[in-house]
């Protein structure tokens, strides 16, 4: 039976989400964890895929993958059990025995969390809109061989707690794509580049690429499909723990770096 997941993770300690030798990704945890529970024996012959993949430090609300198994009652909770608490599943659905979450899921959605509360949000939101269509990324991208033209879906600024968030919506992107428009629209906030410097980004006529912001604030946020995910329950003990303890942990640093800059 071939089932569709979603999952999370928390992206700091991962090298990515796609597999590499020597290196803890987050397709390595899940394949060793469908191993350990006898979901699938070879990745290969399950069919195991990932929507796409991300970069280092990269974290994911809700990514969405697919395998084949003869105990797909064990693709939810069971799996959960056996996964390291900085990665967990959310949700399952039953699919066609040919459904790809590569080329069959309709949209990726990323938001960009800035760290600035004194960026101009008004002015990245007008910039952010100038990226909305079919564009020419080049600038805004490293692109290689691929095909360098994508199409943003939407673009815009929503308001956040420690400062603006940048959503962006695309059927695809291209690697380093939402970091590079990110960086430009936080220049953009910070007076250092206006919509003209986006459609110059676009038309090709800058000369420069846009060097990507940062990766850990990055967050795959939502990948769209054609049909519902049943809930997985999350261990409040494990994930939900975990994240708790993250979420904490970042505040008493974020408080100890205002003791200094302010001491």
């Known amino acids: 039976m071939r089932v569709a997941f979603r999952l999370g993770w928390w992206g700091a300690r991962f090298a990515g989400s796609q597999r590499q030798a020597g ?4 397709e390595g945890e899940l394949i060793r964890a469908c191993a350990r529970t006898k979901v699938f024996e070879d990745p290969y012959r399950a069919g ?16 969405v993958g697919a395998l084949t198994t003869d105990h797909p009652e064990r693709v939810g909770e069971v799996l959960n059990r056996a996964l390291e608490p900085d990665v967990w599943l959310t949700g399952t659905a039953p699919v ?14 990323y938001r960009y969390f800035f760290a600035d ?4 949000a ?6 952010a809109g100038r990226f909305v269509g079919e564009h020419d990324v080049s600038r805004l991208s490293r692109a290689g061989s691929r095909n ?5 879906l939407a673009s815009g600024i929503l308001p956040g707690e420690a400062g603006p968030v940048y959503e962006v919506s695309s059927r695809s992107f291209l690697w ?7 960086a430009a629209l936080e220049a953009v906030g910070r007076g250092e580049l206006d919509e003209e410097g986006i459609d110059a980004l676009l038309s090709g006529e800058c000369r420069r690429n846009q060097p990507a912001a940062p990766a850990d604030r990055l967050v795959l946020w939502e990948v769209g499909t054609s049909f519902p995910f049943a809930p997985v329950r ?16 970042h505040r008493a640093r974020a408080g100890i770096a205002d003791l200094l800059r302010t001491g």
Request: hydrophobic fraction near 40%.
């Open 23 to 26: 290196e803890r990704t987050v």
């Open 48 to 63: 195991f895929w990932l929507s796409g993949r991300t970069d280092r430090g990269v974290h994911a609300r809700a990514q």
């Open 96 to 109: 066609p025995d040919d459904w790809h979450p590569r080329y069959d899921v309709t949209f990726r959605t």
């Open 117 to 120: 509360p004194l960026l101009d």
């Open 122 to 127: 008004e002015a990245m939101e007008r910039a």
């Open 148 to 152: 360098p033209v994508r199409r943003i």
């Open 176 to 182: 380093h794509q939402v970091r590079c428009m990110a």
């Open 234 to 249: 999350l261990d409040a003990e494990r994930a939900g723990g975990f994240l708790l303890a993250t979420a904490q942990a």
